[in-house]
């Protein structure tokens, strides 16, 4: 088991930067793979980013690609997503998600953090 937890949300204008941090807590973090889901009002949660245990292996929505950029910390037991050049359509409740290897499902959940971008 994991636990997630989620900060670093908040309102910024559009263009602005936030970086959202997941600390983990539990088992050994290097055991998971990592991602960042998002859920904007009405919408269906959608993937964002992943990145691998070990090997810096990451993947990317096409929405994002070239402005956010996840990353890990496996000393601090914490995965980073660097989000820039934010967009209103960026807006949504962020999830960071972890899964025991890539390709597999992601059983474990924060509860999430609120990025409000404004125009």
């Known amino acids: 088991q994991v636990q997630l937890v989620e900060s670093g949300g908040g309102l910024v204008q559009a263009g602005g930067s936030l970086r959202l941090a997941c600390a983990a807590s539990g088992r050994p973090f290097s055991s998971y793979a990592m991602g960042w889901f998002r859920q904007a009002p009405g919408k269906e949660r959608e993937f964002v980013a992943a990145i691998s245990r070990n090997d810096g292996n990451t993947d990317y929505a096409d929405s994002v690609k070239g402005r956010f950029t996840i990353s890990r910390d496996n000393a601090k037991n914490t995965v980073y997503l660097q989000m820039n050049s934010l967009k209103p359509e960026d807006t949504a409740v962020y999830y960071c998600?972890?899964?025991?290897?890539?390709?597999?499902?992601?059983?474990?959940w924060g509860q999430g953090t609120q990025v409000t971008v404004s125009s």
């Open positions: 998600a972890a899964r025991t290897d890539w390709g597999t499902r992601y059983p474990y």
